[in-house]
C-alpha cells in the first residue's frame, strides 16, 4: 500500500525548497542520498578517517582496520578510487609499491566524519568513566 505525502529536500546548487508529490525520492538527485550511497559500505569511513592523516599503503590500512580482510579492503578501495575519493599511485619497483591518498572530493568527507566524530563524543561515549 502506498501512502501519498508530500517529500521536501533541498537541491544541491540552489539551496531552494523543493517539494514534490512523488512516492518516492529520484536518488540520483538527492545529495544526501547519492553520498550516502558512498559511504555506506562497512569499512568505508573507516578508510576515509585513516587516509585523512595522509598517504598509507596497503598493509598500513589493513593492520589499522583490525578484522577487515584483505579482500574487502581491496573492493572498498577499489569502490572508493571509482568514486573520485581515493587515489591510487602504482610505483615501477621490484616488488610494486602502491599508496593511497584521499582526493579533494575525499578529503571533504572528512568534515562529515568530524561531525559524526562529534556527535558520538557528545551522546553515545560513557564519559562517567
Known amino acids: 500500500m502506498f ?6 529536500y533541498f ?23 547519492r553520498t550516502a550511497k558512498i559511504i555506506s559500505g562497512k ?12 598517504v598509507k599503503r596497503f598493509n598500513q590500512l589493513e593492520r589499522s582496520l583490525d578484522g577487515i580482510s584483505p579482500k574487502t579492503l581491496s573492493e572498498r578501495l577499489r569502490y572508493l578510487e571509482e568514486e573520485g575519493i581515493v587515489l591510487r599511485q602504482t610505483f615501477a619497483e621490484v ?25 558520538g563524543k557528545q551522546w553515545l561515549c560513557d564519559t562517567s568513566n
Open 43 to 54: 569499512w568505508t569511513l573507516l578508510i576515509i578517517r585513516d587516509l585523512a592523516s595522509g
Open 3 to 8: 501512502i501519498w505525502s508530500p517529500l521536501v
Open 95 to 119: 616488488p610494486p609499491r602502491v599508496e593511497y591518498s584521499l582526493s579533494e572530493r575525499g578529503h571533504d568527507l572528512g568534515d562529515v566524519i568530524e561531525c559524526m566524530r562529534c556527535y
Open 11 to 33: 537541491e544541491c546548487n540552489t539551496m531552494e525548497r523543493t517539494t514534490t508529490l512523488s512516492p518516492s525520492l529520484d536518488n540520483s538527485v538527492c545529495p544526501v542520498a
